[in-house]
């Protein structure tokens, strides 16, 4: 069972806008910045959003994040066959002294 | 260009200790505010954070797993070791080591990671 929670799955058609959500607690979400992943199949994961709504270089506009309160959450735009993939959100737990996942959503592309 | 490699056993038997090495580049461990992180993923299941160590040797271990965790480093070398007590099949798992900065709020996060281990805990 992981501290923050995500919807299993998700999905969309090309094109289309979807969103994923990630909810927690006062003392992970509520308290810190959140950090996305995409973990495409059989790769390692790899940094999405940090600070919440920040892209690191290389990573289209078409994803963006964004937190209120005890949740986050991250849309993806005009989306491609080639976000496929896992999507992982995660905080540091000021009451657990760690960094913690959500449980992941597996996004298909229809 | 930072770059992270696990490497170690790809199987273990139960009971016996895990050790596994990751050995990096393009960034010091020396380096105020630079973490590096353990993180593993039981086949088709999520992420879990094992722990980290920072620049100062400050330590942070995941309160499940702190008993059996150890994670030291050789700065000279750009290696962090990982080790892992009293293994078990539910264990089983690619371990990944991934850089992990300070961020502005104090605390590190993850933004480079190595490409994973897999693990396989069987007699």
């Known amino acids: 069972q992981s501290v923050l929670t995500q919807p299993p799955s998700a999905s969309a058609t090309p094109g289309q806008r979807v969103t994923i959500s990630c909810s927690g607690s006062s003392s992970n979400i509520g308290s810190n910045f959140v950090y996305w992943y995409q973990q495409l199949p059989g790769t390692a994961p790899r940094l999405l959003m940090y600070?919440?709504?920040q892209r690191p270089s290389g990573v289209p506009d078409r994803f963006s994040g964004s937190k209120s309160g005890t949740s986050a959450s991250l849309a993806i735009s005009g989306l491609r066959s080639e976000d496929e993939a896992g999507y992982y959100c995660a905080a540091w737990d000021d009451r657990l002294s760690g960094v913690m996942f959500g449980g992941g959503t597996q996004l298909t592309v229809l | 260009q930072v770059t992270l490699r696990e490497s170690g056993p790809a199987l273990v038997k139960p009971t016996q200790t895990l050790t596994l090495t990751c050995s990096f580049s393009g960034f010091s461990l020396s380096t105020s505010g630079m973490c590096v992180s353990w993180i593993r993923q039981p086949p088709g299941k999520a992420l879990e954070w094992l722990g980290r160590i920072d620049w100062d040797e400050d330590k942070f271990y995941s309160t499940s797993l702190k008993t059996r965790l150890t994670i030291s480093k050789d700065t000279s070398k750009n290696q962090v070791v990982l080790t892992m007590t009293n293994m078990d099949p539910v264990d089983t798992a690619t371990y990944y080591c991934?850089?992990?900065?300070?961020?502005?709020?104090?605390?590190?996060?993850?933004?480079?990671w190595g490409q994973g281990t897999l693990v396989t805990v069987s007699s």
């Open positions: 600070r919440n709504d």
């Open positions: 991934a850089r992990a900065p300070l961020g502005m709020d104090g605390h590190s996060y993850v933004d480079y």
